[in-house]
Each structure stands twice: as C-alpha cells, then as structure tokens.
C-alpha cells in the first residue's frame, strides 16, 4: 500500500529552500506506507526519527517492515538530533531533468548517524561551497520545508 | 587451468555452450526510430540464429533481463514451433551476463535445447539518465515508479544511476587515493579499443585532454565517465555442449554463471545503506567466488575481461571484487596499463564497452567475449581461452559469466 503525499492547493509563505542548491519543491514527490509514514510525520515536526527494532535493539533505514538482522516486526522510533559526518556525496552539475536547471549544483550527500549502528540518511549539503564539501566533515540537519505537511532533511556544516 | 575444488555434483560446468551471436547496427539515442523495440530484438536473434547455422525451427527459448520485453508477440511474429521456457532474470542491468546462465540453466535441467538470451533497447523517448526523476516531468519518461524507499533519495536531487554511482567512487578516492587519472584510463583504454572497430558508435580517440576538458556531470564524473544512450539489439544462442559441437562455430563454452549479491547489497545505489566493508565495491564478491568455482578457474586464468562499464569507476572496484588486484589497489592497477589492448595483462573491454562502442545493456560484452574465443574479434588477445563477462554493478542481481575455448 503507498499513497502520494497530499499537493498543496495554496503555498503558504515560508515553504520553499532553505538555501540555494536543492531541488525545488515541484519534483519532489513522497511516496510513503505503513512503515515509512513515522518518519514523515515526525519529519514534518522537524524531527529526524529512526526505526529501531524493540527484538533486538538494530536500527534500521529506510524503515521496513521487518528486521534484517533478527526478522522481528515491530519497532520504536528514536529521536535523533541528526548531527553526524558526510559519508560519502557528488556535486550534481547536470540537470536530468529541466525542472532542476536553474537550481544546479546540488551537494547531494549520504551522512551516518553515529549511534545508529550505521544508519545513514541522504540529504543535500546546503550552505556550502561544493568545493569545499568534504568525506569526513562534521554536519548538522536543517529541514528543507517544502509544502505544509511536508518536510525533507538536507544538512549544513556543523 | 586448474580447478579450485572438486566438481559439485550439480553444476552448469561445461554442459552448455554460447553458438550463436547476432546484432543489429547501433544507432544514436532515437536514431533506429522508426523501427520498434521488438524488431529490433527479432532482427537480432535471426542474426544469432544464422550465426550458429540454427534457424527459427530449432529455437525453444528465451532468457531475458532488464525487465525484458513481450517474447509472446516475438513468438507469434517469427513463427517459433514451439516455446518451451521464457524466463527472466530480475533486477536490471546487473541480468546482462546472468541471462545466458539461465538460458544454460534451462538447457540443463531439460526443459529447452536451444534457448536465446537478448536485450533491445531504444531510447528515444526517453533516457535511463533520469531513471530516478519524477514521473511525469519532462525528460522522465522512462522514470522508474515512485516508491517509498525512493523517498529517502529523490528529494536530494539524485535522479540519475552515474550520480548514485558518483557517491560510490567519491568514497572510494577517499579511502584508497584513487583519482580521476584511474578513470579516465578506463575510459580512454576503452575509446582506444572501440575506435578500430565499424560498430562502434565513438570512432575518435579520447585524449587525456577533452576528457579533463570535459563537463563535470557528477563530481567525480565527468562526460566520459558516462556510457553511451543508444539503441540496438544483440542476442546470443545457448545449447547443450553436445550439440554445439556440430555447429558452424567452435563453441564457446559457458564454465559457469552466477548471478545474484549479498542481501545487504539489496538496492545499493537507491539506498546507499550497504555495509561499510563493501559500499565502495561493485557489489560483485559474492557472484565472483561462485562463478570462478564453477568454472573452475582462478583470476590469472582469465584472458579477457568483458566488465560492464556504466560508469569508469565501476570497472576499477570490479577489477577488484574480480580479484584482479586488492581491493583498494585498482588504480595503480590500471595506470600501470594492465587493461590496455594489446600488451596489458588482463585486455577490458576489447570491443570499446558500454562507454564507446554502444550501450545494449551489457549485451555486447557477452557477444564480444564468444568472439575472443573464436579467435575472431577485431582486436583480438592473442590466444584468449577464457574469458569473463560482467553484468552490473547494480541492485541485486549482478552477474557474472566463464566462457573458455
């Protein structure tokens, strides 16, 4: 089961980048289940939660519905303060698509959450140089709200 | 060549072979326009057929990948008498070299004798490079479904496979000093085979200055690190080793065939969440160590390597999941001129690649390799009695392939 996320009829002021070099808010589109729904809510709190299995304590990403380390369903959501280093990224110079044109370079980054056990979440590098984007390098969240209800993560240097 | 361990009592070992290959011409994204798809694959397997000295009344079945196309309407259209098995390997990209295993399969365990393995593509509505773009936007037409898992990704802008696999090389500069001179050795070793070659779609050398000179498309990728956007279609004819024997070629061999990944490799580039010990690998160790054991074979055994090159880094962590070199150590591999044709040690991708002949999905290595073998190739290693043929790095499953004289 997978519903698209609802489109606002009316933008309300303050939605829209936080800073230059994400996408902009038209092509981005969520699609969420039962098991991806908890993060989504609480990211539109601004808070960055992650699925923690209650078995066996493993945490996971992207939610799913089951463990892949003790195959037991249920979960907790645990708050994380999405401080954390960039694990990997790419500087995305070419427009794939012509809605992303004028919004280019995006830092498109991969951060680890320490104490996750590895978990990582992808987000944009924002407030940067992409020069100066660099493996390694301390960042924090900072939400990226793009229409009323609908929030995405994107990270800044710490 | 030596085998690593004994004979396992179940095995595609030496029981099947490669007869058969075909091709159309390959065209320019658009270019093949107005023929369809599925004429181009039925142009494509009559080729392979004839290639074999075999004809339609002998073709049973078909082993697809990359989510295949219609083989009913294929049937119907060249009149095959009967199909006996039409399968597919899942995923995408990554099936190229598994395909032909499963034609094997089937050969094997009885329920075809001569069973055909094909990829048609044509992209002229549509580009693979925006596989990860919404639905519905220009330039997306051919945009995989959204997902719930795609929702962790697509909001950052990653929209295309060679920025996905972007992240995978950046990672692997930074672990192990690997730098943009290692791909464009890969590239440019590759422009270099493809360019004595009527099929290919790039005939000009790549000169260490445009490839430098070149846009950034995803740091660390530039325009060469990417492969072609083409059309065209290519198929290979698979039987059992008995009856290959009486054919018009000298058959290739299929030594073994493996396909498949760790779990936890799963949908790699869509989720990056692989473990740390092999995010910056091609996701291949696993397919690796089964393939050579069922062929019997070890790296140095092999003559020629046909690694599917999407995008140049990829070939260095395949060179190294292959156990070509160590893992971390492909760069040096590569600037010592391992690859190159002729005088490497291991000849890559002889016939120019994904990256300079054209992109059939992988389909070209695997003819490429069957003609090594035949001592028939445009640039031929001298001698080659194995050869290793790649599908992927991709989501589960890539593949791998041992043909030998």
Partial sequence: MSAEREEPTVRASGFGPPYPGVPPADVIRLTTNASTQPFWDAAAHHRLVVPRCTACGTFRMPPSPFCWHCRAQDVEWVEHDGRGEVYSFTVIRHAVIPDVRDALPFVA????????????????????????ARIGMAVELVWYDVRAGTSVPCFRPA | ?????????????????????????????????????????????????DDAGLGVDDLDGFAL?????????????LGVPEVRFTAMTTGGGGGSAGSVGLAAAAVVGGMADVV?????????????????????????????????????????????????????????????????EHFAEVAISTRANAVRRETSLMREPLTPGEYFGARMIADPLCLYDFCLECDGAVAVVTTSIERARDLRHPPAVIGGSAHGGAGRWGQAITWFGMPDEYFTSSGHRTVARRVY????????????????????????????DYGFCGVGESGPFVAE???????????????GGNLSEAYIIGMTHVKEAVEQLRGTAVNQVEGARVALVTGGPASIPVSALVLHR
């Fill in chain 1, 109 to 132: 980054c991969v951060v680890e959450l320490p104490g996750t056990g590895g978990c990582r979440v992808i987000g944009d590098l924002v407030d940067v140089d992409p020069a100066d």
């Fill in chain 2, 293 to 320: 054991e069922m062929a019997g074979v070890v790296p140095a055994d092999v003559d020629v390597a046909l690694l599917y090159d999407h995008f140049s880094p990829m070939v260095l962590m395949q060179l190294e």
């Fill in chain 2, 116 to 180: 055909v393995s094909v990829m048609t593509l044509q992209q002229s509505a549509s580009r693979f490079g925006a596989s990860f773009a919404p639905r519905g936007k220009a330039g997306a037409a051919y945009s995989a479904p959204p997902s719930p898992e795609g929702a962790f990704i697509q909001p950052s802008g990653l929209m295309g496979p060679g920025q996905m696999f972007a992240v995978l090389a950046q990672r692997h500069m930074h672990l192990y000093g690997t730098t943009r």
């Fill in chain 2, 65 to 77: 990948y990359s989510m295949g196309f219609d083989t009913s309407l294929l049937a119907q259209w």
């Fill in chain 2, 1 to 49: 060549m030596t085998p690593t361990r004994a004979l396992p009592e179940r095995t595609l070992r030496d029981r099947t072979a490669v007869v058969g290959v075909g091709a159309t011409p390959y065209w320019r994204r658009g270019e093949s326009l107005p023929r369809t798809p599925l004429e181009l694959a039925g142009t494509a397997v009559l080729a392979a057929l």
């Fill in chain 2, 337 to 351: 001129g391992n690859i190159r044709w002729p005088g490497g040690r291991l000849p890559v991708n002889t016939h």
